[in-house]
């Protein structure tokens, strides 16, 4: 298999914070916990560990929508749920990270002279992730 790109037009998310957004972008950022293990007095650069756990940021962008039943912005009910829900990015077709996401916060920007009314979405992994990334 030749190796392709993953388009921005390929791309999707769907989230489960009981949302009508029309979802325009994302980002994610994989971390680890990392701290320094010199000891006292040495006189070298500091060297680090991490600590092997994965962790799994989401940034997604959208534009908000109303008029659909049982469909708020995700305000009250997106933010409250403590062990997450689940959500599903897809950089590319027959590429994708799912698992479920804790969503620590939702901003809502609007100005009158805005065509729509961004959201941006702060997600959190809480668990593992299933990657779907095929490879040759």
């Known amino acids: 298999m030749a190796a392709t790109f993953c388009a921005g037009k390929d791309g999707a998310v769907v989230l489960g914070v009981g949302s009508a957004s029309d979802f325009m972008s994302f980002e994610l950022n994989e971390t680890q916990a990392v701290e320094s293990v010199a000891a006292y007095g040495a006189a070298v650069y500091d060297p680090y560990r991490g600590s092997g756990t994965p962790h799994l940021q989401a940034t997604v962008a959208a534009f908000a929508k109303y008029g659909a039943a049982n469909t708020p912005a995700g305000f009250g009910s997106g933010t409250v749920?403590?062990?997450?829900?689940a959500a599903t990015f897809?950089?590319?077709t027959g590429v994708s990270l799912a698992g479920s996401c804790v969503c620590a916060g939702i901003r809502l920007g609007h100005s009158r002279i805005r065509a729509a009314v961004p959201l941006t979405y702060d997600l959190h992994n809480s668990g593992d992730?299933?990657?779907t990334w095929p490879v040759s």
Do not use: F, L, V
């Open 90 to 92: 897809t950089p590319g």
């Open 81 to 85: 749920s403590p062990g997450g829900a």
């Open 129 to 131: 992730m299933t990657i």
